[in-house]
């Protein structure tokens, strides 16, 4: 079975510009989760999903950060304009729906803001 | 609101040494209780998890029981190996339906021959 896909691995830009990141969950996964993971720290949920509607998202910055699940599958999620404090690594998570399911976790982007 | 926290690390710990991370949580009601790994350049794995008091998660020679009394959801392994390192994450879900994950800090662990 295949895992949960992002990309890119790694990014590297500079402050005030824009940036996008892409998950694709594991197939038949309804619920899909953005974290963040800043350098030493335990990841931070920014954003919850289920099929395509938005279950959470008090975490997210929404001046600067957004994020979509058109068609409940493949997400996107988008710094714009980016900030120092943004380098982080971001974390696509998915698991089935409903209950205390395990969420299986992609292998991060790493963000580096200059 | 929830919260979890663990013991900072690094823990360093010789090959076949005891391992024991404390990890401590605040939440409301009965959460589920995890730990999970992230080895060295891969994503998070679950590593074990316990979903009420009492209940002892284990996986791969690691243990963890939920404590309720204490709020705590320790880890432990008798004897670990080199392949044990890693940085390891105590988390926490809350009582409802949902399953919005609550991390701790991460601890790291590395294992020498």
């Known amino acids: 079975e295949a895992g949960v896909a992002q990309s890119p691995r790694y990014k590297i830009i500079e402050k005030r510009q824009s940036v996008a990141f892409w998950c694709n969950p594991i197939?038949?996964?309804?619920?899909l989760y953005w974290y963040q993971q800043i350098l030493g720290q335990g990841p931070k949920l920014l954003i919850q999903f289920q099929n395509n509607g938005v279950v959470d998202d008090s975490q997210l910055p929404k001046d600067r950060f957004s994020a979509e699940r058109l068609k409940g599958v493949d997400s996107t999620l988008k710094i714009q304009p980016a900030k120092l404090e943004d380098s982080a690594v971001y974390l696509c998570?998915?698991?089935?729906?409903?209950?205390?399911?395990?969420?299986?976790f992609g292998p991060g982007t790493r963000l580096t803001v200059l | 609101g929830d919260s979890v926290t663990q013991m900072e690390g690094p823990v360093t710990l010789s090959e076949e040494a005891f391992l024991t991370i404390n990890c401590t949580y605040t939440a409301t009601g009965y959460p589920s209780l995890f730990w999970y790994v992230q080895y060295p350049g891969e994503g998070l794995q679950l590593l074990l998890k316990a979903t009420k008091a009492d209940d002892k998660g284990s996986n791969k020679g690691f243990e963890a029981t939920y404590r309720k009394e204490t709020t705590s959801f320790h880890l432990e392994k008798g004897s670990v190996q080199v392949s044990d390192s890693a940085v390891y994450f105590c988390?926490?879900?809350?009582?409802?339906?949902?399953?919005?994950?609550?991390f701790g800090g991460g601890t790291r662990l590395m294992v020498k021959p």
């Open positions: 988390a926490l879900t809350p009582n409802n339906a949902g399953n919005m994950l609550t």
């Open positions: 998570a998915s698991s089935l729906l409903g209950g205390r399911n395990e969420q299986f």
């Open positions: 197939s038949g996964h309804a619920t």
